[in-house]
């Protein structure tokens, strides 16, 4: 294993990884990678007299030149650049073989990580189907948003173009220089490099794409980042430290399969993480809830809530209008003291046990209030009541001076009723 490991172990359980995911994690589902993509194009372009142009191509794929082997296919047949996008955008939908058994791919593992963005170079939405987040994937070039926002939700970033709309899909030299050469681009870019550390997964590092990313633009690169990578030699783990400032975590495939030594590694950055969660006089949770989070301030509360499920939820029960304006206050109070407990570092699962308290004590409540008397609006009355003074037992450790106050904690029941996934309600109408 690794000498890095125990490195990269202490960065996940302090928050500091964004991992980036390459191809390879796709291969399992019949997602062809860039080479075959590429000889596919060939396939249908360079017919007739044209087979010196396949020959050319495989040239260039053999060096993973797939730059050159786009720019030969230009040169000497009639397809365009929107050409291959759609090419590629059909082949990689058509392709696709969604698989039920969760141990042959590393999607479902990844989903189980404590990580709150994900960037990729893939063109398809596999990452966001296992990941189930909230929020759709969105294109780095597209945002439009406060960027310092962008590491608060679960959510997929993806760098170079998706099949969903195939006008995006980066592939050939010009259309990778005209992306990265977008200033704005650059600067989101340097703002996730200068605050996170990077773990390169589903690479083999013959990827063109990647080491022309990061050898070009290597002061966004000057921190320390990670990448798992399959069977390597002494070489190219030195290689890939002198030449692109990467640490290598190794496995080795001759008994095993990618998948397998993947989970293997995901699965001891969580026991790692959890067992420094587990043992208050560790260093890492001396530190836990030090930053103080302050909440929200008189202007967070201007915001529009009716277009929220939540809201909804109450509006259906025809629960009285002050009674739904106060608890869209509760919720902007949780809202921003969930928002500001991740940028504290807390992790994920202790937030998550806060929310299963709170759901609980809804339960109770439904059982002993709702079901006995049927009114949704003492229902609700008697919910907020009873989350003033929640305990929250051992997760008052974790927190440390974070604790929620008593708004912050009768919102966090309306956080859980805007989860489309949480059963909710204020009664018997569903939205």
Not at 37 to 51: E, G, M, N, Q, W
Request: charged share 25%; net charge negative.
């Amino acid at each position: 294993m690794s000498v890095h490991l125990e490195d990269l172990c202490k960065d996940y359980s302090d928050n500091k990884i964004v991992p980036f995911i390459g191809a390879g994690l796709s291969i399992p589902f019949n997602v062809p990678d860039w080479s075959n993509l590429i000889r596919s194009i060939a396939d249908k372009y360079a017919v007739d007299d044209l087979d010196f142009v396949k020959l050319a191509v495989e040239k260039d794929l053999q060096r993973y030149d797939y730059w050159q082997a786009i720019d030969t296919l230009k040169n000497y047949t009639t397809v365009q650049e929107e050409d291959i996008q759609e090419h590629i955008a059909n082949t990689i939908n058509t392709r696709i073989e969604m698989i039920e058994n969760e141990l042959l791919h590393n999607y479902f593992d990844l989903q189980k990580m404590d990580f709150n963005l994900y960037l990729t170079t893939n063109y398809e939405n596999i990452l966001q189907e296992y990941l189930k987040c909230k929020l759709n994937p969105i294109l780095l070039k597209d945002i439009q948003f406060n960027i310092q926002n962008l590491f608060d939700e679960r959510r997929v970033l993806q760098l170079h173009g998706t099949t969903s709309n195939y006008g995006t899909i980066v592939i050939s030299r010009d259309s990778y220089r005209t992306l990265y050469n977008d200033k704005k681009y650059e600067s989101l870019l340097q703002l996730i490099t200068g605050s996170k550390k990077l773990l390169f997964m589903g690479f083999s590092f013959d990827d063109q794409f990647i080491r022309t990313l990061i050898r070009e633009h290597r002061q966004f690169f000057m921190s320390k980042h990670y990448i798992i990578l399959a069977d390597p030699t002494q070489e190219k783990i030195k290689e890939l430290r002198e030449e692109y400032g990467l640490l290598t975590i190794p496995y080795k495939t001759s008994e095993s399969t990618h998948a397998i030594e993947i989970r293997k590694i995901l699965e001891q950055l969580n026991r790692h993480k959890q067992t420094n969660l587990n043992n208050p006089q560790s260093q890492e949770n001396q530190t836990l809830g030090n930053s103080i989070v302050v909440g929200a301030g008189i202007d967070d509360f201007n915001k529009n809530m009716a277009n929220n499920l939540f809201y909804k939820k109450l509006e259906i029960e025809n629960i009285d209008q002050s009674l739904i304006e106060l608890s869209s206050a509760f919720y902007v109070a949780s809202e921003e003291y969930i928002r500001e407990l991740k940028k504290a570092g807390i992790p994920l699962n202790i937030i998550d046990a806060m929310l299963g308290k709170v759901f609980i004590k809804y339960k109770e409540r439904y059982v002993d209030t709702y079901k006995k008397h049927g009114n949704s609006e003492e229902f609700l009355t008697i919910v907020h009541s009873s989350l003033e003074n929640l305990d929250y037992g051992r997760i008052k450790q974790l927190l440390n001076n974070n604790l929620a106050d008593e708004d912050e904690t009768r919102g966090l029941i309306h956080i859980l009723a805007d989860d489309e996934k949480m059963k909710v309600w204020w009664g018997e109408n569903r939205c």
